[in-house]
């Protein structure tokens, strides 16, 4: 084939395609419609998937016993000492703008509200001297960090 059939042809199929372009745009932004309903959905699911295990725990004063620690061999006694803070912090970090939205009468507000007054008593349990979900804030270095992300979630939902 010689180089002038070639780009002929490219030049063609490109033409064909550009045509259909808008005709196909169109219709994926139909199925999205639909798809963004039920893409929210899933993303909420997935959050509360991730997010309940730990929440759910420390809520109760459980999430110590609950907890499970990953790590490096002969790291256990360390990092038992900072696992139930990282996963707090990171999680709240990770919900607060869901949760910031507040609660309505929606079904997902509905669940939003359930997730903001187990978050209160999360943050509760966490800070309490006296409660059995009471976290490490200060020995080591790693609470620093872990406060931190706790500290980013309340500044990522100052009204709830």
Same mark, same amino acid.
């Given at each position: ?16 395609f ?11 932004? $139909? ?8 893409e929210? /959905?899933?993303?909420?699911? #997935? @959050?509360?998937? &991730? +997010? ?12 110590k ?9 002969? $790291? ?9 803070? /990282?996963?707090?912090?990171? #999680? @709240?970090?990770? &919900? +607060? ?56 979630a ?7």
């Open positions: 084939m010689k180089k002038r059939d070639f780009v002929v042809r490219i030049v063609v199929l490109m033409v064909c550009t045509n259909s372009l808008p005709m196909m745009a169109k219709e994926k932004f $139909q199925s999205n419609i639909s798809d963004g309903i039920n929210r /959905e899933y993303l909420v699911n #997935t @959050l509360i998937r &991730i +997010a309940n295990p730990v929440l759910e725990a420390l809520s109760k004063n459980k999430l016993e609950r907890m499970p620690l990953e790590c490096a061999p002969n $790291q256990e006694t360390d990092r038992k000492n900072y696992t139930c803070l /990282e996963a707090f912090g990171r #999680t @709240l970090a990770g &919900i +607060a703008p869901w949760l910031e939205l507040g609660p309505d009468g929606s079904p997902e507000g509905k669940l939003r509200e359930k997730y903001i007054l187990m978050s209160l008593q999360c943050i509760k349990n966490a800070t309490d001297p006296e409660s059995a979900g009471y976290m490490n804030f200060n020995k080591g270095s790693q609470p620093v960090v872990d406060a931190a992300f706790l500290a980013q309340l500044l990522r939902a100052p009204g709830q």
